[in-house]
């Protein structure tokens, strides 16, 4: 009889000590950018500027033109490029206004979590695309790309992926593998045409 009496409270104890296990907790939430305006910048070799915008439509108040604006055409060649982002519901002078400074900050949460991608979409072909600019770990971010434009007419896609996995076999092959978040998934409509 003894022998039940102290099984039963052991049987008890261990009950409360499995209960209480730290398992249980939710997974950490990892905050994504707010970005509400995106600006592709294409400088041809006489350094003429092309640029190409999206505006969130929810964010777009006053005289920001919401969705896509800026060129829909630009002549075949060589081109250097560049992304900016931002954020319009913080004022200009807010430190935060520009994502594009927290995706090129180094570090964890920073420059080795962030891959952009290009490709062209229907009849739109890019040829010799190149990253121009890496992460402290030397890989590729996207922020700074070339491309030889050749006649024809489709989108420009861009894409933004948070915690893409950089070191995979074909990345960044301009074919995202789906690990990862996207956070800018955009299609500007383009036109490259003969000189």
């Known amino acids: 009889m003894k022998k039940q ?32 305006t995106v600006v592709v910048t294409l400088t041809d070799t006489n350094n003429v500027e092309y640029e190409m915008r999206w505006e969130d439509p929810d964010y777009a108040v006053g005289n920001i033109t919401a969705g896509y604006s800026g060129v829909t055409s630009i002549p075949e060649g060589f081109y250097s490029g560049e992304v ?43 040829n010799s695309l190149a990253y121009e ?39 960044p092959d301009d074919q995202w593998n789906g690990v990862g978040e996207d956070e800018v998934n955009l299609q500007f409509p383009l036109t490259i045409s003969t000189q």
């Open 5 to 36: 009496i102290l099984l039963f409270p052991m049987l008890i104890l261990s009950l409360v000590f499995t209960g209480c296990s730290d398992d249980d907790d939710p997974a950490p939430v990892v905050e994504l950018e707010v970005i509400t």
């Open 84 to 126: 900016q982002l931002y954020n319009n519901t913080l004022p200009i002078d807010d430190e935060e206004y520009v994502i594009t400074n927290e995706i090129l900050e180094p570090g964890e949460g920073g420059d080795i979590d962030h891959l952009f991608f290009y490709s062209g979409l229907g009849g739109l072909v890019l």
């Open 133 to 171: 600019d890496s992460d402290v770990n030397g890989d590729p971010i996207g922020q700074q790309f070339s491309l030889v434009g050749v006649a024809g007419t489709g989108e420009l896609s861009v894409m933004l992926v948070h915690e893409p996995e950089k070191d995979a076999d074909g990345m």
